[in-house]
């Protein structure tokens, strides 16, 4: 049995109230929608579990969060305490009967439908190895402690850029976290050089904090307004009530060349041909459904709202930005174009700055309260959809080399549909996680997803030509 961690610690933050943000994702917990981050990272051969556990040990001592619990004193509010780290709990493995996707989805699945126990730390690695050696570790990690970047960045934090790192070797991102002795330019620039897309994007976030003067405000006041009008999502196939159970299943690898060579033929960018193409994948699946598919399906889209130099601090800092998808556009070149006229009318838009104040005030506020904001909100998108650039080149875990890495963060409370972009060294997954009572299948989706781009690459000569694909 590895040692306990956390009991000999007693940093400044093991007495720490949830921040209102925090505490509104910790809130908006029910057993039919769990508030975990999850990342499913692939392997031809599995890395071994005790070398994988040293590693894990070294970022738990390096993170207060990671040894920490949530304490809910009866009529006070939740605040993070000292845990201790049993690694053996933490960081399980477990056999697989058979070879192949679906066992993993499967697995993946149940996992994804079970909640992290509140006694511990809020946190798990599961090593699933499948009988020839391969398999996937999935991580789990409540939104309490981070957002969907930041844990990104943590899990990140444990891995190396060759096979023959040492044990021993840092891992720049570990700077990026430790209380006191923060190295934010080292951190900044090896992140840069590892996914330079997502460095890019933190570097244009818009923090809350520029949302100042009277322009500001009347453009923040705008957008509240038009949240608050904004209608409810039609009744469909993909809404309903929640069960607890969930699935999940992602595409094949899809050549991250060959994508932006599409998104260049359309005269798009690739955030906007993934959005195109899943608006695609979305109407072949109603047209295949008993129910006939509405004009458009609004998406939230998680907005990051903090630099890299801030990711360290942990917590949650992002809004939301409503995306209505077409779905009533059948020819790919109009479906592309109207993503594009869609989301560049909300570029610079106030909605995530707005939605993330919304999440603070309904966390510093009574339970009663959040719940029907939440509810409100909950009626007016079907989806939550993420896109963020990964390492663009090989990462190692524990001596082996990462084959791939999907990701979902949670829908909000009473959505049933997460749909997420993830890519990594040169290739891009599409993956879908569902709530059985709406999509007792996803791998339907996903079938979707690549009928979509078959039809795409099987285009007549005419149309080839037309999309200067030739």
Known sequence: MLALLGRRRRSNQSQDLLRPVDRAWWRMESPSNLMMITAVVGFDRMPDLERLRRRVRRRVED???LRQRV??????????????VDLDAHVR???LDHDGEAAIWDRVSRLMSTPLDRSRPLWALDALEGPSGGGVVLARLHHSIADGVALMLVLLSLTDTSAGAQEDAENPLARLFRPGRRDTRAAVSFAASLFPGGIALMRRSRSPRRAAGVRHLVRAARSAYELLRMPFEPPSALRGPLQVAKRAAWSRPLELERVKELAAAFDCTINDFVTALVAGALRRYFARSSQPPPVELRAAVPINLRTLEKMGEL???????FVPLPLDVAEMRERVAEVRRRIDARKGSMEPVVTFGILHLIGAGPRFIEDRVVDLFAKKVTAVMT?????TRTLYLAGQPIRSLVYWVPQTARVGLGISVSSYAGRMWIGIAADVGLVEDPTALVDCVHDELDALEHLDAPARAGLQLV
């Open 93 to 95: 493995h477990a056999r």
């Open 315 to 321: 917590g949650n800092r992002f809004g939301l930005l």
């Open 387 to 391: 896109n963020v650039p990964g390492p």
């Open 63 to 65: 993170i207060p969060r």
């Open 71 to 84: 304490d809910t004193p009866v009529g006070r509010r939740p605040r993070w305490v000292d845990a201790p």
